[in-house]
């Protein structure tokens, strides 16, 4: 690379929750199906049952049945999301009543998404907590620019110049000692901090906690149905995880048979729970 070339952002090549989400989504889906039906040659047979175009299934039926882990993804995605696109020189930057309003939409989209989705399947408060904590932690990032924590994509201080603020107008140079009121207030830079800190607690600590857990707590990722499996001349009805569907009938994994079987006639379970939690057990 050239020497006065333009250093590039972390959130530009991908920083830590770029990695640390592709990691748990490579991981998890596969730590769930194996623990839930016992690992080794049943997950394999899990699977190939499933189809490549199903395998989504896994994650999004562990999110769909765990608020807290669905909220803290949604918010981690939410920050990472856009810091991504403020590296990129997406979020507008200056004065004026219009900027103001489009970093204000851009800020707040995305969390009232995330809010609505959650509340949709989890209830109010969980839309509400959700939607807040994802938009405190977009309102971070730019704070994390502004006190100079961020740089934007192309940009390189130069004889001591602050750092362009996403959201905001440009600072100015610090050309000594007497332009300290360039500099952001200590508590704006006490708060970047803290909200880093934040961020990183959720990205690295409580999203891979909680996706574990998930991961191991017993429960299936989709339906229990009970259906009936004929074996020969032998018809039994046995329980199945439902993995696809094939005309009137079920492709599930036989919790009784240990294989994958064919269900017809079937019928829903409340229950979700296959085997004790990997904490008791």
Not at 89 to 96: Q, V
Not at 108 to 121: E, K, S, T
Not at 221 to 231: A, F, G, L
Request: proline share 7%.
């Amino acid at each position: 690379m050239a020497e006065d070339a333009p250093p590039r952002s972390a959130d530009l090549k991908g920083g830590p929750g770029h990695t640390i989400l592709l990691a748990l989504l490579l991981a998890v889906p596969v730590v769930k199906v194996a623990y839930t039906v016992g690992g080794g040659g049943s997950a394999r047979d899990v699977f190939v049952g499933m189809e490549p175009a199903n395998w989504p299934d896994v994650l999004i039926g562990m999110v769909l049945t765990d608020p807290l882990l669905a909220s803290v993804l949604a918010v981690v995605v939410s920050r990472v999301v856009f810091a991504m696109f403020a590296a990129r020189g997406a979020i507008p930057r200056g004065g004026g009543l219009l900027r103001a309003l489009q970093r204000t939409a851009l800020t707040l989209v995305n969390p009232v998404a995330m809010g609505v989705v959650d509340a949709a399947f989890f209830g109010p408060w969980w839309g509400l907590g959700t939607g807040l904590a994802a938009y405190v932690l977009r309102k971070g990032v730019v704070v994390e620019y502004l006190t100079g924590r961020r740089r934007p994509h192309g940009h390189r201080a130069k004889n001591g110049a602050h750092p362009v603020a996403a959201g905001g107008p440009h600072p100015g140079p610090a050309v000594g000692p007497h332009h300290d009121d360039h500099r952001p207030p200590p508590w704006l830079r006490r708060a970047a901090a803290f909200e880093q800190w934040v961020a990183l607690g959720l990205t690295a600590v409580a999203l891979p906690v909680l996706a574990f857990v998930s991961a191991l707590d017993g429960r299936a990722w989709t339906s229990i149905v009970r259906c009936e499996v004929t074996d020969g001349a032998r018809t039994e009805r046995d329980r199945l995880i439902e993995l696809s569907r094939k005309g009137n009938g079920v492709v599930g994994w036989n919790l009784d048979a240990h294989e994958i079987s064919n269900g017809q006639g079937c019928t829903g379970e409340e229950s979700l729970y296959v085997r004790e939690p990997w904490w008791r057990s």
